[in-house]
């Protein structure tokens, strides 16, 4: 994509001003030009814990995109002037740049996950895209490792010499994990994609489309995980709605979202 690609403010968060395609060609141009840079995939979740910590903020707006995961951002863009943003959801990305991988020769590597969720992902993504090159996969240990740890877990995705690097550690884990190893790792992009490793290896089910597109998957995940997620989405949501109401009604607290640019 071309230096100076136009981001929407959404409570502080620069939210990329995309669709799936333009998502698709920043990242081939990143690896055409051996580019390093990596990808939020952000909905009401990672924007609300970005409103609350200032250093995860600071990560998204870093980013080379932070894309529009859940219909609330995207309606939002379309409030605040933006009227051709499209939601770019996580798996759907990652649909879209393995298929174009397959083509093109793109070497991927499969980081995060539950143990044994990335070799299934990989098994499943080769069957549908046999050319596809899978250079590696690593599911790290729940808890915090070791520097050193760290450092051999660096040396093998390096030595693996990927493109991109899909991590799937949920936010706000994989958004800091991406911004702490940016430089350290070569590859081109890395991109944060969360949940997408259990739905695309069949692990877990989707939304349905028509929920999907009506803003309403968090409510089927709450209700297919709610130990997991029911406490993040009455946390969030209704916070979420209160403040995007109140920006929208007194857009002067916030930059002008025309304004804001990012050179990728």
Not at 148 to 155: F, G, I, K, R, T
Not at 163 to 169: A, E, P, S
Not at 181 to 195: C, D, E, K, L
Request: proline share 6%; charged share 20%.
């Amino acid at each position: 994509m071309a230096a100076g690609t136009a981001r929407v403010n959404i409570l502080g968060v620069h939210v990329s001003a995309i669709d799936i395609k333009l998502a698709t060609q920043a990242i081939e141009g990143w690896i055409a030009s051996r580019r390093q840079n990596y990808v939020c995939i952000t909905g009401v979740h990672g924007v609300m814990e970005s409103w609350r910590d200032s250093e995860l903020r600071a990560i998204h707006n870093s980013a080379g995109l932070v894309t529009p995961d859940g219909m609330p951002l995207v309606w939002m863009a379309h409030r605040l002037g933006f009227p051709r943003v499209r939601r770019v959801y996580g798996p759907d990305l990652m649909r879209a740049m393995t298929a174009i991988s397959a083509e093109r020769g793109y070497r991927n590597f499969y980081f995060g996950g539950k143990p044994g969720t990335a070799e299934v992902l990989r098994d499943a993504l080769m069957r549908q895209y046999p050319s596809l090159q899978v250079v590696g996969t690593h599911s790290p240990p729940f808890d915090a490792i070791s520097s050193a740890q760290d450092e051999e877990v660096v040396q093998i995705i390096n030595a693996a010499r990927p493109d991109i690097i899909w991590v799937g550690l949920s936010t706000p884990k994989q958004e800091r994990w991406m911004a702490a190893h940016q430089g350290r790792i070569r590859a081109s992009v890395m991109v944060g994609v969360g949940a997408a490793f259990d739905f695309l290896a069949g692990e877990k089910l989707q939304a349905p489309a028509i929920m999907q597109r009506n803003g309403l998957e968090w409510l089927f995940r709450m209700v297919t995980e709610p130990r997991r997620l029911a406490g993040r989405y009455i946390r969030n949501n209704p916070a979420f709605i209160y403040l995007a109401l109140r920006q929208l009604l007194a857009p002067k607290r916030f930059p002008n979202p025309g304004s804001l640019r990012h050179d990728a």
